[in-house]
């Protein structure tokens, strides 16, 4: 090797290791922060014998994208877990004893103590405040489903504007990373940020990321719409001011796709604004409907009826509704119905009203739905009737989500226990999926981060290639004093 030669390989290895150095240096600054991909600098020979210093992002794609996506499915499910929550809280959590299947086993003790003993009045009123309690249960769990797809479609239109700034943000970095690749510039902060910000997106909606030439991205929903091509597309949604009975939310549109709803032939399956959407338009509903259908069933276990055998209609007892005196149409839904149940006013004491009339009948004044014909005050058969209704076969809409024909109180105790196993697949699931989301994340972190004890390994063989370098510089240094003396 001659003099130039030795010198040229003694100045490109030092060139090399400073550069190692700095890489080094810089993962090791990188500690903590859960975001720094860790750099490696590896030395490159070319085929004319030089060598550069090539440095590149450890970066285990396959496990990002798998990341990505158990974030995303957390996220649903805790969106959906949490408002189930909101709702089991308000029926009193475990014990559920503001539940309507609880509050209707007492309302059905209270009916069987006033037929035991119909001529006290005490009793009879006992009946009628254990009524209003189910009335007020089933009035406020009715209001507190209306409040919470309020709440869910406020949560969803922020989710939309948070997705929209993300995406806004995320065009300004993809850009200047592709411009900056284009020139062969270091872009890797860019890309820590830019996978950062992917993260954070997948919480809101699920994505798949498809990588493209320059360290250009491209994003898809799950269900393979475009949500971002150099530009984000169009997203949509109206949030509604309230919800009544018969509110229809309205769907999520990305770039005019309905990614929601039945309409939708593609719909997003992932990510906290797909579980917001299902809470609200699936588990809600059936909630919805079966208090509905509790109450058109109480409004009839505890109707009057014609006693003559001429066949009027039957007409509100204890329990009405804004339709009333009628009584609703046996096994159809009648939405709105339970936000509107209330006691009789004409057997509420508290209103003026006679208790006695639950024990005789002709509570709306006919005297063709008299019971207690013949007026005395030990008459029980009524009494003992109503509660016999409550285990009595009823025929149910099959839009609520439980079978058609059932008891009241079968009814009522299917509808909780669809709530509970909900309620515990729910928290399940998202036990579950956080414990996954976080093991890819310390995987992630495994693979991608920095490890303490590498770099300082690293730095060690960096620092003994500088002395060898060194080392050759000097002897290179000696051997051209000997030269240019020896002139």
């Known amino acids: 090797m001659t003099l130039s030669a030795a010198l040229r390989t003694a100045t490109s290895s030092l060139s090399s290791t400073s550069q190692q150095a700095a890489v080094t240096s810089r993962n090791i600054a990188g500690i903590g922060d859960p975001n720094y991909i860790r750099r490696d600098a590896a030395v490159v020979t070319n085929y004319y014998g030089t060598t550069r210093v090539d440095t590149q992002r450890v970066v285990n794609q396959a496990l990002f994208d798998s990341s990505l996506m158990a974030n995303a499915k957390y996220a649903k499910s805790d969106a959906i877990a949490s408002s189930i929550d909101r709702l089991a809280s308000f029926q009193q959590l475990n014990e559920f004893s503001n539940s309507a299947a609880s509050l209707l086993g007492e309302l059905k003790n209270a009916t069987e103590f006033a037929a035991a003993t119909?001529?006290?009045?005490?009793?009879?009123?006992?009946?009628v405040e254990n009524a209003r309690s189910m009335a007020t249960a089933l009035n406020s769990s009715y209001t507190e489903i209306m409040n919470t797809k309020t709440d869910i479609d406020s949560a969803i239109r922020t989710s939309v504007t948070n997705l929209r700034t993300m995406l806004a943000q995320l065009t300004e970095l993809?850009?200047?990373?592709v411009e900056g690749s284009r020139f062969g510039n270091d872009v890797f902060d860019e890309l820590d940020i830019r996978d950062s910000l992917l993260n954070e997106i997948s919480t809101e909606i699920g994505i798949n990321v498809v990588s493209r030439e320059n360290n250009d991205v491209m994003l898809t929903l799950n269900n393979g719409v475009v949500l971002f091509e150099k530009k984000p597309r169009d997203i949509q949604f109206?949030?509604?001011?309230?919800?009544?009975?018969?509110t229809q939310g309205s769907n999520l549109f990305v770039d005019g796709v309905p990614v929601t709803g039945d309409d939708s032939r593609l719909p997003i399956y992932t990510g906290a604004i797909a579980g917001n959407f299902e809470l609200r338009d699936r588990y809600l509903v059936d909630q919805q409907n079966q208090l509905d259908e509790i109450a058109r069933g109480l409004i009839e276990a505890y109707s009057e009826q014609d006693q003559t055998g001429g066949g009027k209609p039957a007409l509100a007892g204890l329990f009405t509704w804004d339709g009333g005196p009628g009584v609703p149409t046996s096994g159809i839904l009648q939405p709105g119905i339970a936000g509107s149940l209330s006691v009789n006013e004409i057997v509420d004491h508290t209103k003026g009203g006679d208790v006695t009339l639950l024990r005789d009948g002709a509570i709306n004044g006919d005297a063709d739905y008299l019971s207690n014909t013949a007026g005395g005050a030990s008459f029980s058969d009524r009494l003992y009737e109503l509660s016999a209704n409550i285990d009595k076969g009823m025929t149910f809409d099959s839009s609520s989500g439980l079978p058609q024909d059932l008891t009241l109180q079968e009814y009522a105790n299917q509808s909780l226990d669809q709530f509970n196993a909900l309620r515990q697949s729910t928290t399940n699931s998202r036990e579950y999926l956080g414990e996954l989301s976080a093991g890819f994340k310390a995987a992630l972190q495994n693979e991608n981060g920095v490890n303490l004890d590498y770099e300082m390994s690293r730095l060690l063989e960096i620092e003994r290639a500088y002395q060898a370098t060194a080392k050759l510089l000097s002897t290179v240094d000696e051997m051209l004093e000997t030269l240019i003396a020896s002139i």
């Open 118 to 127: 119909p001529s006290d009045n005490t009793t009879l009123n006992s009946l």
């Open 174 to 177: 993809n850009d200047a990373i």
């Open 238 to 246: 109206q949030a509604m001011p309230s919800y009544g009975p018969n």
